[in-house]
């Protein structure tokens, strides 16, 4: 008898997307906190060569091999670049000159770029109830966007410029998202392929953070390290392997629901720990949020 659940709502995909949304949800908090002393290039440099050191090591446990092909090589290199270079370094930068709510409710914009570029590039037909529940969600991160543009005490220029900054680390994410739902991902080990690839965007990172600010920069504070750690760890070497497991069982539209759920979590957070104060305006967007997440993710067949 064969298996008549949604591929989307089976626990192998559920558990991780559980897990790695209620951790991304929480890294907006800490990420903040690390700005200042430290340049953002270097904090994201630091992030990536702890966690691909680690992720490396759990493949070494693991006995996977770490010879790679030309193509291999290559496809290590663009994830590398695109995200944990580019992504990244977008993300950071953004979160000198707007929230860090609103930079969360503008990633989940990733929806859209993931679905139109599987469409292109992987023959992922958009369902009725993917479309559906993608208008749902996405009308209530317009109203979550909202609230937060109205809110944010630095005005329209700073805003603009965040907004503008964090488009271009949803279009690299986008990018690597679709990267690693295509055949070519599914040819190499993930957990060693991965390794290498933030090791190489560790690289990129460190290059680039040099060129724009000069030599390495470390801030002794618990807090800092502490929440460099828990990037690395965590929302890096723990979080990536699982979202991107995902995306190759579900495809990148879905997939990027995570982000649409991402900013509810960093707004309940910031509630518990800045004095984040809730109006109808934030609750009906987080509640439309949720509605479309549930009609997307109970569709009967993943994307294609």
Not at 240 to 247: E, K, S, T
Request: glycine share 8%; with cysteine.
């Amino acid at each position: 008898m064969t298996d008549a659940r949604p591929q989307s709502t089976r626990l192998a995909v559920l558990i991780p997307f559980t897990i790695v949304t209620l951790i991304w949800g929480s890294t907006w908090i800490v990420i903040r906190d690390g700005l200042g002393v430290v340049p953002a290039g270097w904090s994201v440099s630091y992030r990536f060569t702890l966690a691909g050191l680690a992720l490396a090591a759990f493949a070494l446990v693991r006995r996977e091999s770490f010879r790679l092909d030309a193509r291999g090589w290559l496809f290590a290199a663009a994830v590398g670049l695109t995200q944990f270079c580019l992504n990244f370094n977008f993300v950071y930068q953004a979160e000198h000159f707007i929230t860090s709510g609103l930079v969360a409710v503008t990633f989940a914009l990733l929806l859209v770029p993931n679905a139109l570029l599987a469409r292109v590039f992987l023959g992922q037909r958009l369902g009725r109830q993917l479309l559906v529940g993608s208008v749902v969600a996405m009308a209530g991160v317009s109203l979550l966007f909202l609230h937060e543009a109205r809110a944010d005490p630095r005005g329209p220029a700073a805003s603009l410029t965040g907004i503008g900054l964090t488009l271009c680390a949803v279009l690299a994410a986008s990018t690597s998202n679709v990267m690693q739902a295509s055949a070519t991902a599914k040819r190499y080990p993930m957990i060693a392929t991965v390794a290498i690839a933030m090791l190489i965007g560790a690289a990129l990172d460190a290059s680039l953070a040099w060129a724009m600010t000069g030599p390495p920069v470390v801030e002794w504070r618990a807090g800092y390290l502490l929440g460099v750690a828990y990037l690395a760890l965590a929302a890096s070497a723990l979080a990536f392997p699982l979202y991107f497991q995902v995306l190759r069982t579900i495809g990148p539209a879905k997939g990027a629901y995570s982000s649409v759920i991402v900013p509810v979590i960093a707004m309940t957070l910031s509630t518990l720990f800045e004095g984040y104060r809730w109006t109808a305006l934030t609750v009906g967007g987080a509640a439309l949020a949720g509605v479309g997440l549930a009609i997307a993710l109970t569709a009967r067949r993943p994307s294609r």
